[in-house]
């Protein structure tokens, strides 16, 4: 397939969430920090269990607080720390070809071989190059094919290696 593909798309605050929400969420469920995780987690129950048996207040808050910071709070204070970075709204121009990826905002070239992977996310795709990441809103493909078509260079530059 020697076909182009020419991608624009605005980056703003809106398409700025859903990058780092679907990031967030493919980076913990591809890393260690689940497990760590889940070891946090398993500890600080143990804690809140021993806590309310000897009615332990102190300790009973310190690991509530330290619960509802592991689900909820590092996931925010990181969204507000990426959002606060923003520069305000930006027009994205990509060329995708049988090479690679020419980002023109960044003057930048990624060849697909250089690529990881491609992951299809409900609100766009990521592409996955570490320790680089980026995210095409699905607002930026004009149809379906042209979607598949993206997905299609990526799958035969991996089979031509």
Known sequence: MSKELKLDFVWDKEVAKNSFDELYK?????????YIGWFFIAILQY???????KAKVAVLIFATVML????????????RRF???????KDISLLV????????????FWKWNEIENLVDVGSGILIIKYP?????????????????????LFKESKNQS
């Open 132 to 152: 680089n990441h980026y995210f095409i809103p699905e607002g930026a493909f004009k149809t379906f094919e042209e979607k598949n078509d993206f997905k299609k």
């Open 97 to 108: 070809d049988s090479e690679g990826i020419k980002f023109f905002h960044d003057n930048l």
């Open 68 to 79: 509802f910071y592991w689900y909820y709070g590092k996931k925010i204070i990181a969204k």
């Open 26 to 34: 493919y980076e913990f469920n591809h890393s260690a920090k689940k």
């Open 83 to 89: 959002l606060k970075n923003l520069e305000g709204e």
């Open 47 to 53: 804690g809140i269990v021993g806590a309310l048996l």
